[in-house]
């Protein structure tokens, strides 16, 4: 195994290079590698300077999060940091590539730092319900000052190099000669210049302590953020061991927040999520031009998304009315992106450029991925699919954005088995960018792979899925509007049921996220695959639909949308509809808790996740959290509802299901899989991988 720390000597100058890619992690190898060829340039009488650097596209991007809450492995960052910082010889840091947390609180601890022009430099611990627990909080206040040390931690967010260098955090910058900049300048420096004797922000103590009630005053109720504010407080007050001292416990409390291991499991699910088996055989197809067929609200929105990443779209609509309504309407997002200052007018202008609408169906022929975006409607989604099979160029991926198509049969139609994927998204809110890409048997591993590049080329998530019917999302959308709709059906309220999961910290209730994506594709589903007879089946979703009340694309579904609006009320109609159903099955109404109506829910969600797992479905336990997080705005800080299992067991899990089974048996079929993880005494966690 190569060795991630290299010691090079050159004319008196001391290189330490980290060499651990992806993205150079200061984990215990390489912090034991740097401790090691620290040791032995300061025990070299002809070595005058250190040099730290990096190989590869980064200097290291912060620690190894995997080693946090494992038994402690020396050296802890905190003391290398404090060694790097005592050094009898100038330490000079080289930093380029994204210099984040641990990596740049290495970096502080140096005594000089000069950065590539290109560099971003951040504290992100906050993320992760954290703080920078490796001497950050003491040493950035006295490096760049109070605001802009909390400015950094509180949000979490990259300063670009010139703001480094501006702010103090940076000596200097240089371009793509920085190694050659950096060894010249350490040949030279002699002053060693520590960054814990600093004190030129820590001056006007009155001033300081003011910013800091200040920014105390405006925090919320979560941990991470009012431990930041203490430890950067500590700065001033205290003498810096003592300060670091403090913040070593405030790291350790927030470690231990429930919120963080939310946050870290979060973090190894969007990681784990987007490696799909797929890239191990499969290389990325050209993705110089995407058609699109269909113009509706799913073609719109995709458009958009493909335009803002730089990329050429080609548009078919039937007829030249349909082609200058998604003009208008692609227009329209432009022009209210401008307005409110998301994008100049030259952006604006130059998106559209890149768009070609037409009605023209053999326009999509020099398309690399065309992506069918067409209404549910009988038969049109194959024919459409028989009509690409015949168009598209070879090698083209054809995708369709139904996560309810059959995918089989459109690779039998199209005769292009290998190409055929679905790539389905979710309610478009900021945050939420999940890409779901359903993968039916057959497809070659390219198609999957460039489907997937296609995907973060958008700035979403791709999440993998097994063909099914509903894949992974939409069916856990179904399986929750069921559960709901049994609330709804004992007297509970969509408003009352919506209200209850935001305050939990979802970004949409069930109800809501049903509007905003659309009625019709479930009930198009529903219809042709009708559900087992069920006395407690409620039928309002169809009534609604039959009467046309689709969802917010309708002005009407659950909720009533005025027209330049920006909330909605309760669909009136819709709650007579619900009476008239409770009367036909004559329902004695109760109420319910929100605790009551949330706990349904998210039970719905474990014991569905856990079916989807079980069948294949689903990668793993933790691909469901990723996509309930990503696509419907499961409280982040929680990780998702198979992470919130796993904070129980799933022996209470499993019996707080049957207890739901007993009272209600044709609402609640329990997942084999979580009864073989609750009778081996398993969590979800243990088949994450």
């Known amino acids: 195994m190569k060795h991630p720390v290299r010691l090079e000597r050159q004319n008196g100058v001391a290189l330490i290079a980290i060499e651990n890619p992806p993205v150079n992690a200061l984990s215990t190898a390489v912090r034991r590698g740097i401790l090691g060829a620290l040791g032995a340039a300061l025990s070299d009488d002809a070595i005058k300077a250190i040099v730290i650097a990096a190989n590869g596209k980064t200097f290291p991007a912060g620690a190894d999060i995997s080693e946090f809450g494992q038994p402690f492995a020396e050296p802890d960052l905190p003391e290398l940091c404090d060694l790097i910082e005592g050094a009898d010889k100038p330490v000079i840091a080289a930093l380029h590539g994204t210099v984040l947390g641990g990596g740049l609180e290495l970096a502080m601890a140096a005594h000089y730092r000069i950065a590539h022009e290109d560099t971003k430099l951040g504290l992100p611990e906050i993320k992760l319900g954290l703080l920078p627990g490796a001497g950050g909080t003491q040493r950035a206040p006295r490096l760049v000052g109070v605001d802009v040390a909390l400015d950094m ?16 955090l940076v000596d200097g910058l240089a371009g793509d000669d920085l190694r ?20 030129r922000h820590l001056t006007d103590g009155a001033a300081y302590m003011a910013r800091i009630t200040q920014r105390r005053a405006a925090l919320g109720k979560d941990v991470a953020p009012h431990k930041i504010v203490d430890c950067v407080e500590a700065a001033l007050l205290l003498p810096f061991d003592a300060g670091r001292q403090v913040e070593r416990t405030a ?67 039937q007829g030249e009315a349909g082609v200058g309504l998604v003009l208008d309407r692609i227009g329209a997002h432009y022009q209210q992106a401008v307005s409110a200052g998301r994008m100049s007018e030259g952006q604006g202008a130059a998106a559209l450029t890149h768009l070609n609408l037409t009605t023209d169906f053999g326009s999509l022929r020099s398309a690399d991925i ?93 999440i993998r899925s097994a063909a099914h019917p509903g894949l992974v999302g939409a069916y856990l959308m179904e399986a929750a509007r069921r559960a709901a709709d049994r609330l709804l059906l004992d007297g509970a309220t969509p408003d009352r049921i919506d209200a209850a999961m935001r305050s939990f910290g979802m970004a949409l209730g069930p109800y809501q996220a049903m509007d905003l994506m659309g009625l019709r594709q479930g009930w198009m589903h529903r219809k042709s695959h009708p559900h087992e007879p069920d006395p407690r089946y409620l039928a309002l979703a169809d009534r609604m639909c039959e009467a046309g009340w689709f969802g917010r694309e309708a002005g009407r579904g659950y909720y009533v ?19 008239e159903e409770r009367r036909s099955k004559g329902i004695t109404t109760r109420s ?10 998210i039970l719905t969600w474990v014991n569905e996740g856990a079916r989807l797992v079980g069948n294949g479905i689903a990668t793993r336990p933790s691909d469901v959290d990723a996509l309930l997080v990503h696509g419907f705005g499961y409280p982040r800080g929680r990780g998702g509802p198979m992470q919130d299992a796993d904070q129980t067991t799933t022996f209470q899990i499993l019996r707080r299901v049957e207890i739901l089974h007993e009272a209600d048996p044709t609402g609640w079929d329990i997942a084999p899989l979580l009864r073989e993880l609750a009778a081996e005494r398993q969590n979800f966690g243990d088949l994450n991988g």
């Not at 931690?153 to 103090?168: N, S, V």
């Not at 300048?185 to 600093?198: F, G, H, K, M, V």
């Open 251 to 317: 790291f350790a409390e927030c470690l231990a927040t429930p919120r963080s291991a939310g946050l870290r499991h979060s973090f190894f699910a969007e990681r784990r999520a987007a490696k799909f088996a797929e890239l191990a055989h499969g290389h990325v197809r050209p993705i110089e031009g995407i058609g699109i067929l269909g113009g509706g609200a799913l073609g719109v929105r995709m458009a958009i998304n493909c335009l803002d990443a730089g990329l050429p779209v080609t548009l078919v609509e």
């Open 561 to 579: 949308y005025a027209e330049g609006e920006t909330h909605s009320v309760p669909n009136s109609d819709m709650l007579q509809l619900l009476a």
């Open 180 to 199: 050659d900049v950096v060894k010249a300048l350490a040949a030279e420096t002699t002053d060693i210049r520590r960054t814990r004797d600093l004190r």
């Open 592 to 601: 319910f808790t929100d605790r009551q109506m949330r706990d349904q829910i």
């Open 153 to 168: 931690m509180l949000t979490g967010a990259p300063i670009t190099a010139a703001h480094a260098q501006r702010a103090g």
């Open 370 to 462: 065309i992506i069918e975006a067409l209404p549910e409607q009988a038969g049109l989604r194959q024919a459409a699919f028989d009509g690409l099979g015949k168009t598209a160029k070879p090698r083209a991926v054809l995708a369709t954005t139904s996560a309810y198509a059959d995918l089989s049969e459109l690779q039998r139609v199209s005769t292009r088995a290998s190409e055929v994927v679905a790539l389905h998204s979710f309610p478009a809110l900021p945050g939420l960018d999940a890409m779901e890409i359903g993968v039916p048997a057959g497809v070659d591993p390219a198609a999957v792979t460039t489907a997937h590049a296609f995907a973060k080329m958008l700035g979403k998530l791709p």
